[in-house]
C-alpha cells in the first residue's frame, strides 16, 4: 500500500464513530477550551489510521509534505494535518480506512484526529498520555471548525450525556436498555457551514438547552438508565427547533419510520437518519463502549 519511498515501520490506532443526538456551542477564544455540551454515543464501526513517516535519508524530504489518504484516495484533510503539525516536524504519510462516509454524521473528521494521535504517539514514541493526545485532536477539530464534542466521546467510548464544555472531558455515562441503532445516510452537511452561522448557532443553541433540560426531567434513576425512543424524540425535536432538518427526504424518511409507530430523528450533523427500529435501507450498528486504541 506505501510507496518504498516511506519508512516500514508503521503505527496503527482505531476510533470509533460517534452519533450526536443534540448538542450546543461552548464558545472560548482558545480552540483548547472551547466545545460542546449535549448527548452522543460511539459505534461498533469508526476508523483505521495507519501512519508512517518520510525516511531520514530521502533526497526528497525536504520538499514533500504530510499527506492523508481516505479509502485509498489522497484528500485534503486540514484537521488531521493539524494534528500532525502540533505532535512532530516529521513529514507523516496517513492511511485512513472505514466502512463510513465522512461528512455524513458519523464523527469520522475527529476519530481520525484521535486514531493519527495515538498512531503517531507509538510510532514518534512520544510518550504523551491518551488525554494529552485527546486534547490535541480536540483542539484541531475546534481549529478547523470539523467538529465539538466528538472526540471526548471517542476518548472514553459509550454513550454520554455532557453539561459541562466538552473541552474539559467531563462526562456522564448513560446506561440503555437498547443495544443496537439503524442509520441511513443519505448526503452530507459541511460542519464548517453550520458552525460558522451565528444566527443558525443561536438557534441551535436555544434548542439544545431544551433538550439538556428534557433530558435531566426524565427519571433516570441509580442505574442512570434512559430507554433509547425517549433520546430519539428529544433528538428529533431539536432537530426542527434548532433548523438543521430541512433535507426533505431525511424529513419524509423519519415520518414514514413514525408511521410505523417507531422513532427517528436526524444524525448530528449529516443529512441522514437514526432510529431504534430496522427501516428501509438501514443499516445495523451497535452502540459501542469501545473506545480509541492503538492496534
Given at each position: ?6 519508512t ?29 455540551t ?9 476508523v ?18 504530510s ?10 484533510f ?37 486514531a ?10 512520544l ?35 455532557k ?6 472531558f ?16 443519505l ?15 443561536g ?7 431544551r ?21 430519539i ?7 426542527k ?7 426533505r ?19 448530528i ?5 437514526f ?21
Amino acid at each position: 500500500m506505501k510507496s518504498a519511498k516511506y519508512t516500514s515501520n508503521v503505527s496503527v490506532a482505531f476510533a470509533p464513530a460517534n452519533i450526536s443526538c443534540f448538542f450546543t456551542v461552548r464558545p472560548h477564544p482558545d480552540p483548547r477550551w472551547m466545545g460542546s455540551t449535549g448527548l452522543g454515543f460511539t459505534l461498533d464501526k469508526g476508523v483505521v489510521a495507519e501512519v508512517s513517516k518520510i525516511f531520514k535519508s530521502s533526497r526528497q524530504a525536504r520538499t514533500l509534505k504530510s499527506e492523508v489518504f481516505f479509502n485509498g484516495k489522497k484528500i485534503k484533510f486540514p484537521t488531521v494535518l493539524s494534528v500532525i503539525k502540533m505532535l512532530t516536524a516529521e513529514t507523516i504519510i496517513v492511511w485512513i480506512s472505514s466502512e463510513l462516509s465522512l461528512g455524513h454524521g458519523f464523527g469520522l473528521s475527529g476519530a481520525s484526529a484521535i486514531a493519527v494521535a495515538y498512531a503517531l504517539n507509538k510510532l514518534l514514541k512520544l510518550k504523551k498520555t491518551k488525554k494529552e493526545l485527546a486534547i490535541i485532536a480536540h483542539t484541531a477539530e475546534v481549529k478547523n471548525k470539523t467538529g465539538l464534542g466528538d472526540v471526548v466521546n471517542q476518548y472514553f467510548g459509550g454513550f454520554f450525556l455532557k453539561t459541562k464544555p466538552s473541552s474539559r472531558f467531563l462526562v456522564k455515562r448513560i446506561s440503555l436498555p437498547e443495544k443496537y441503532v439503524y442509520i441511513r445516510h443519505l448526503s452530507p452537511i459541511q460542519t464548517k457551514s453550520i458552525l460558522t452561522n451565528k444566527k443558525l448557532v443561536g438557534r441551535i443553541n436555544n434548542a439544545g438547552e431544551r433538550a439538556i433540560r428534557k433530558i435531566k426531567q426524565l427519571n433516570i434513576g441509580m442505574a442512570n438508565e434512559i430507554h433509547f425512543s425517549d433520546i430519539i424524540d428529544i433528538s428529533k425535536e431539536f432537530a426542527k427547533q434548532s433548523g438543521l432538518l430541512k433535507d426533505r427526504q431525511t424529513k419524509k424518511t423519519i415520518e414514514q419510520i413514525e408511521k410505523n409507530n417507531n422513532h427517528a430523528s436526524m444524525i448530528i450533523l449529516g443529512n441522514g437518519v437514526f432510529s431504534n427500529k430496522p427501516f428501509a435501507g438501514s443499516k445495523k450498528f451497535t452502540i459501542s463502549n469501545r473506545k480509541a486504541e492503538v492496534l
